[in-house]
């Protein structure tokens, strides 16, 4: 059974800097797109930035490009989004999610969802 666990969120001011984590087990990490989504109240989980299994095919959310930047350490089984210069429109809920197959900027056909880790921009 794959299991995905997001941590790093909090709260933070504008302008500020967070680094998720998302770990992932049960399964072969190496073979999987990664994925960041994020998600608030009363709207749909969209996507904010995923990446190759080999690293070689990394894609952003436009509002995104420039501050965030995802990474993965096959070695330790984990995929990161470094957030920088973060907006109040930033704040949400951010989920991981694990699929295998091409590299795209949606969320449908993505398998696995970690359990989400709340992100709060204060201005």
């Known amino acids: 059974q794959v299991q995905l666990v997001e941590s790093g969120g909090g709260l933070v001011q504008v302008g500020g800097s967070l680094r998720l984590s998302c770990a992932v087990s049960g399964g072969t990490f190496s073979n999987y797109v990664m994925g960041w989504f994020r998600q608030t109240p009363g709207k749909e989980r969209a996507f904010v930035s995923s990446?190759?299994?080999?690293?070689?095919?990394?894609l952003y959310l436009d509002s995104v490009k420039g501050r965030f930047t995802i990474s993965r350490d096959n070695a330790k089984n984990t995929v990161y989004l470094r957030m920088n210069s973060l907006k109040p429109e930033d704040t949400a809920v951010y989920y991981c999610?694990?699929?295998?197959?091409?590299?795209?900027?949606?969320?449908?056909?993505?398998?696995?969802w970690g359990q989400g880790t709340q992100v709060t921009v204060s201005s």
């Open positions: 990446i190759s299994w080999t690293g070689g095919s990394i």
């Open positions: 999610a694990a699929h295998v197959g091409d590299n795209y900027p949606f969320t449908s056909g993505y398998d696995y």
